[in-house]
């Protein structure tokens, strides 16, 4: 069989495992055997291939249209009935009974004249505080008379002091506010200096415990640029003990 399927291949040109396959295929389908038809193909015969029987085609089936499909009713929605429950009415507690009068309420009655005394008082506890306190004489140091003792050439320079016009620029009142701290003791109402009316200058009323009689006479003749007053020199004097002797930052 090798040698008719070698000279098969070589007949047809075609590999042997093909060949083989086809033969054999040829072979189940004809009732023949391998060999003949390897041998048929190596002499270039051919085999002829037995018609197959007509297969008998089924007549079709008339066409039958298709019925009109009646549309099916919806199923009616069902309707969930909820009951709800029934809740009983809550009854009213009555109250015992009590024999006798009914209860009254009694409460604390308001009175507003009390509220407003107590506002008055309150009041005036703080006018005290704020306007008389501040003015009450005080044994320790500082503003604590206004009436100064001056000596006999104080009181004379304090007129020459009114007269030549330093109270016009200098004031001789220190207030009870942050810009005068460091002047000196707080001024009291019933001050003997010379308030004055304006303060271009610096206050006067506690120069005597910041300058000495030597710087104070100097500014008076013109040092640091102040205008030189032309004094002679007992009115130098006597303006220079006045102001000396105006201190408030000790006891008098």
Not at 105 to 127: E, K, W, Y
Not at 155 to 173: P, R
Not at 205 to 232: M, P
Request: net charge negative.
């Amino acid at each position: 069989m090798s040698d008719l399927l070698t000279a098969a291949a070589t007949a047809l040109g075609t590999p042997e495992t093909l060949v083989q396959r086809s033969a054999e295929a040829r072979a189940a389908a004809t009732g023949g055997t391998v060999d003949e038809i390897l041998s048929a193909w190596a002499g270039g015969e051919t085999i002829a291939t037995p018609s197959p029987e007509p297969v008998e085609t089924p007549a079709e089936a008339p066409a039958v249209e298709p019925a009109t499909a009646e549309p099916t009713p919806e199923p009616e929605a069902a309707v969930a009935v909820i009951e709800a429950p029934v809740v009983a009415a809550a009854r009213p507690v009555e109250a015992p009974a009590v024999p006798g009068q009914p209860p009254v309420l009694v409460g604390t009655s308001d009175n507003p004249m009390n509220i407003l005394v107590a506002a008055i008082g309150l009041f005036v506890a703080i006018l005290l505080l704020g306007l008389v306190g501040p003015s009450v004489p005080l044994d320790n140091p500082g503003a604590r008379s206004s009436e100064i003792a001056h000596s006999e050439a104080g009181e004379a320079g304090q007129t020459l002091y009114a007269s030549v016009g330093c109270a016009a620029c200098h004031t001789q009142m220190v207030r009870p506010i942050v810009s005068d701290v460091g002047l000196g003791a707080v001024s009291l109402n019933d001050s003997n200096q010379i308030l004055g009316t304006r303060r271009f200058g610096p206050d006067l009323s506690d120069i005597g415990s910041r300058k000495t009689g030597t710087e104070i006479e100097a500014i008076i003749g013109g040092f640091g640029g102040h205008s030189d007053l032309g004094l002679s020199s007992t009115d130098m004097d006597n303006l220079v003990t006045y102001l000396l002797e105006s201190s408030t930052s000790e006891s008098r």
